[in-house]
């Protein structure tokens, strides 16, 4: 691997988008093209409902969940806690190579580590909310032996895992949008949240506990480690289509960076539980590395002061 291609080492790249967008497609997409490239990979199943990533990543079996490996909820009497009522960071969430059981994690043929925050189906009746798989999502870090991973994480549907905070523990959010009134929206929104961010927003905190927790989301959100936003169009049918989505976004000063046509054969690989495989779709995600690679070069150039100085740390810079 060359210079250029360690660029994007141990950055973190979170997957957004409504129900159905296909931002499990995209992080698929992704890690493939990561991985060719010679980066370490690391996937992270952050949707607490939705399954078959592993499979759909050609993994070589779907990984027990780390909510079983941290010890649980707190609504089950485990120390896993929901970030919206506690904020503090999760004990050991930090793991270096040796330090997590082998059932833990999957591998693909192409050497990327798979692993499973935790799926609220298992938890039987009652299991209510999944915030602590979100706050697994938010601070888990793989720490293999050499160069440091690359970890993309999938969340679930919707902006409610990027409320609860996660955002402020990624390096990069990608946001994918079919072609719907309801994707255009949910692009739309998360741009707003990040605009947010940068004018200096920071969270409510009314109702937690203790000044001590209080403190510990407002660091977060000041000290936020997000440099931007990448907005992919997928699902789409035809060339009229993508014009008039990327007119839509527009209007909300939105540019797609890249477009993933409609795909009966990923749709097929969804349903039967197995590898995706699309040279097209992968030249598209191809295209976020290269905008990532490229931008991160010209920070780590033009870098003269720490991102948490002022307010401007806060700033979603456009790629």
Known sequence: MNEQHRILAGQRIGLFGRGGSGKST?????????????????????????????????????????LAWFGGT???GGPVTCPVDDPLPLAGARLRAGQLPGQYVARTPDGIRVFQAGKIGLLGPGAGCDGPMTKIARDFAFEPEGMAPVTIVDFKAGAEDASRGVITSLDWIVVVLDPSYAGIRAAATMKTML?????????????LASPEQADVIRRAYREARTKGALYVLNKVPDAETERLMRQRLLESQIEALASIREDPGLRRSWLHGECLQSAAAEAEAAKIVRALEQHCGTATNQQSTPRHASNDALAPEAV
């Open 26 to 66: 995209c992080a698929v997409l992704l890690a493939k093209v990561l991985a060719k490239a010679g980066y370490a990979v690391c996937v992270v199943d952050a949707d607490s409902t939705n399954e078959g990533l592993p499979q759909a990543l050609g993994a070589d079996r779907t990984p027990e969940s780390l």
């Open 74 to 76: 707190v609504f089950s």
């Open 195 to 207: 605009d947010q961010m940068r004018a200096g927003y920071l969270p409510a905190t009314q109702h």
